[in-house]
């Protein structure tokens, strides 16, 4: 039934990310698993998989010396998560 | 969360939904520099009032307070900064306008002592009102649209107003537009925390 949805962003927890960070400018590692109450290891996992598509862009620093990762939505990714959202329209029949 | 957990369109639209209004729901300020401000204002303003009638000299100098507020400010400011763990796209906007803001009053201030204006208060109220109509309308935050709008009524209010009087208009100016906004951010960004921890 979904076949034609985008992969990548239909699962539960890649499309979760995805949606903070439409409405963020950059969000913490920490914040997403905050608010996705994912496990850090499945995160992390799902956040590289996320970064190889090239959907968003992490950058590793540290912050009172402890390691700081730190994910934006790429504009490639904008795209994929606007074509999904309308996919779904579809699917669902909303009419804009 | 589950991985890879098969789910409709409708629990797709579901969780985007849930996710953008989870970090809508996020209170980036803790509220203190509105509580400050708002305390600030508010106690050289009633000070001017109150010294009209007791005319104690060393209240002449009490708005040099708002000079001595910014170091607090600035402690508030890289605090926040350094606890944020999300930036929101409005965030370097509204440090810009209000960062503008304050370099106006400023500006304000020592143009006005230039010219020896005698009716200072409609002028301040009318640029209170900038910044804080501005925060409430990005952040769709009703109390300082509110307080914005109360400002520049104040201001007109102000107009009409004889000194001292006026300096109530600033004292309430300021209550409205800022130590209250403050305290229901403060109110909900504690809730907020005590929920995270």
Known sequence: ?96 | MEQEKEFTSQESLALITKMINKTRRDYLDSGLSALLWGSVITICSLATFVNYKLNWRVLDYIWFLTIAAVVPQIIIAIREGKNRKHRAYEDDLMGGIWISFGISVFLLSYILSVYNVSEQAPLYLMLYGVPTFATGYARRFKPMLIGGVACWVLAIVSHYTPYPYSMLCIAVAAQVAWFIPGLIIRKCYLKAKEQHV
């Open chain 1, 1 to 96: 039934m979904f076949k034609d949805l985008n992969p990548i962003l239909h699962s539960q927890l890649r499309l979760a990310v995805v949606s903070i960070l439409i409405s963020v400018k950059e969000a913490e590692f920490t914040y997403l698993r905050e608010k996705t109450d994912a496990t850090a290891g499945n995160l992390s996992v799902q956040i590289n998989k996320l970064k190889e598509a090239g959907y968003i862009d992490v950058s590793k620093s540290f912050k009172d010396n402890y390691p700081q990762t730190i994910c934006r939505i790429t504009p490639l990714g904008v795209q994929a998560f606007e074509e999904y959202v309308r996919d779904l329209q579809t699917y669902l029949n909303i009419k804009k």
